[in-house]
């Protein structure tokens, strides 16, 4: 351990009068020392267990990261309005329409349920949707969003698996008419009180082409939430390891 | 001094050790917070939907095309009128008996199924139109391998069938009675099937309006377990029907079916008697019955219990 040999700072930089050190003195700096080294260790400790991951708790930031939601594509299909047609038009049709409507529903989801700045605020998702189902938003705040005051409840959520299967309507050369996204969302809240839900909305979503983009023209939604357990700190997985 | 150090140091510890503890060792089981109802189920549901006082006024024919021949250019075998009163999620099937004897625009009078052979779609809406005073906004025609496939596609229908039907030497039709799930050979031969019926002609447009019924409950009960399954029923229509509804309208229609109460729709056959007319062996509707249906039907779609004549299968055994 320490001893007046190994203590450099002091000899680098003696203080006046302190030159010539007595036994008793240099127990007490060997003391402070230990004493200095053992609070370093506690708070880099303590830091680290409170920063790591979504954090336990946050001593730098009041809001919780944002964690990105990604839908899965578990399938992509075109579905034929006309018996003769070029296939192979309607499925790259199909594809691209998919990866298309995937982009609108990532959105949608880390907007409405992930993002706190934008818990309950249809206004922030509403350019996702026809004129006639933005008017119906207000009324499905609860499914289509965390939901109103949402931020009074919950701390956070952070997303877990979510899929959807996407579905084309396609004329016979190839163009998109409709698609319908089949979506299974889940995400693990972290409520105000420490308690955690998992958060699975299920459902079908039909998308109407606007210019060059898919709005979201008709919806049928379930929103379901059970208790969770609290995530377990594995290294530096998050939290979303069990909502899934 | 170093007694206080040593002091600070093991506060600082535990506190730092409590909240960690605290924090990580919180109850798995999630408690119900003020504002949410965990574990309660919430559900949205939107589609567009038509919408007016208005009735919307279909024309469903069954052509009786055999492969090869134009299905918009042949006899037709049953002619439905389908009115929908968006507003008021109620409506009219109206059959048609296919013998009907009627006024063609530009033709001599005849058979109202001769209508499509003479001028197609066209002409048949003309000729409807003209002889009923409705105006008939789209029409949409089906054949019988059409209808086949369609209803194959989508796994078969389930129909309350009315009476046993027995007809092996003409549609084919081998039904018991009773509610059961009939394949698209299986449908065809029901809405085929006249020589099995007391009434003819009359009780096979009936029945025809029992199977739009049998779909539109079926098509319901799949939309609410599978919305997506929208997707299915509207690709088998498209590619066996020929119609002049767009995708949009088809879509809006759709949509509109889902929320459409099948209690709220009526299945009438326009009355009248088998007669030798011009030689042929023709329908002379009920001139006055058929009045007051239209009469009563046209402004709203919506049919007065005290104008529905009477079920020509009625009396089938």
Do not use: C
């Not at chain 1, 506690?42 to 954090?55: H, K």
């Amino acid at each position: 351990m320490a001893t007046e040999d190994k203590t450099p700072l002091r000899e680098a930089a003696p203080s006046p009068g302190r030159t010539s050190k007595t036994p008793d003195r240099s127990k007490v700096a060997r003391n402070r020392i230990i004493a200095g080294v053992v609070i370093a260790v506690v708070v880099l400790v303590a830091i680290f267990l409170l920063t790591r991951g979504a954090g336990v708790l946050s001593l730098t930031n009041d809001e919780p990261p944002v964690g990105a939601v990604n839908f899965h594509l578990k399938g992509t299909e075109f579905v034929a309005t006309q018996l003769s047609g070029d296939k192979q038009a309607q499925k790259d049709t199909a594809k691209a329409t998919a990866d298309a409507v995937k982009k609108q529903l990532d959105t949608l989801f880390e907007t409405a349920y992930v993002d706190p700045g934008s818990w309950g605020d249809t206004g922030e998702i509403g350019d996702l949707f026809t004129d006639g189902a933005k008017g119906q938003l207000k009324d499905d705040i609860a499914t289509i969003t965390l939901g109103d005051n949402a931020g009074d409840t919950y701390d956070s959520v952070d997303p877990g698996k979510s899929s959807a299967k996407v579905r084309t309507l396609t004329d016979k050369s190839g163009n998109a008419l409709r698609a319908a996204a089949d979506i299974s969302f889940t995400g693990l809240a972290k409520h105000k009180d420490g308690t955690y839900t998992t958060i699975t909305v299920t459902g079908t979503f039909f998308f109407v082409k606007d210019g060059d983009t898919w709005r979201i023209e008709g919806y049928s939604l379930d929103r379901k939430e059970k208790p969770a357990k609290a995530p377990v700190p594995k290294g530096s997985s998050s939290p979303s390891a069990v909502a899934s | 001094m170093t007694r206080r150090f040593v002091a600070v140091v093991l506060v600082l510890a535990a506190w730092l050790a409590g909240t960690v503890a605290g924090s990580l060792g919180s109850s798995p089981a999630a408690a119900s917070s003020p504002g949410i109802a965990i574990g309660k189920a919430h559900t949205a549901e939107y589609t567009p939907s038509l919408t007016g006082s208005k009735p919307v006024v279909i024309l469903a024919v069954g052509s009786g095309a055999r492969p090869g021949e134009d299905p918009l250019h042949s006899l037709s075998d049953s002619i439905h009128l389908i009115f929908l009163n968006p507003d008021q999620h109620a409506g009219t099937i109206v059959g048609i008996p296919r013998d009907s004897w009627v006024d063609i625009p530009g033709h001599s009078s005849n058979k109202i199924n001769s209508a499509l052979a003479a001028g197609g779609p066209d002409l048949m809406v003309q000729t409807i139109e003209a002889r009923f005073g409705v105006h008939i906004d789209y029409w949409a025609i089906t054949t019988f391998w059409g209808f086949k496939s369609m209803l194959d596609k989508i796994g078969g229908l389930t129909v309350n069938v009315p009476f046993r039907m027995y007809d092996p030497s003409y549609s084919g039709a081998d039904l018991q009675a009773g509610v059961q799930r009939l394949d698209g050979a299986q449908a065809l031969a029901m809405a085929r099937d006249r020589h099995s019926l007391l009434s003819g002609d009359f009780g096979r447009q009936e029945n025809g309006g029992r199977l739009i019924l049998a779909a539109l409950t079926q098509f319901q009960k799949e939309f609410n377990g599978d919305a997506g399954s929208l997707f299915d029923w509207i690709g088998a229509g498209m590619t066996q029907i020929n119609t002049s509804l767009t995708v949009d309208d088809v879509m809006l229609l759709a949509y509109t079916a889902t929320a459409q109460p099948v209690g709220k729709l009526r299945n009438i056959v326009l009355p009248g008697s088998s007669q030798t007319i011009g030689g042929l062996s023709a329908v002379a509707l009920n001139t006055t019955a058929v009045s007051q249906i239209f009469n009563d039907v046209t402004p709203d779609g919506i049919m007065s219990k005290k104008n529905v004549p009477p079920s020509p299968t009625a009396n089938q055994p």
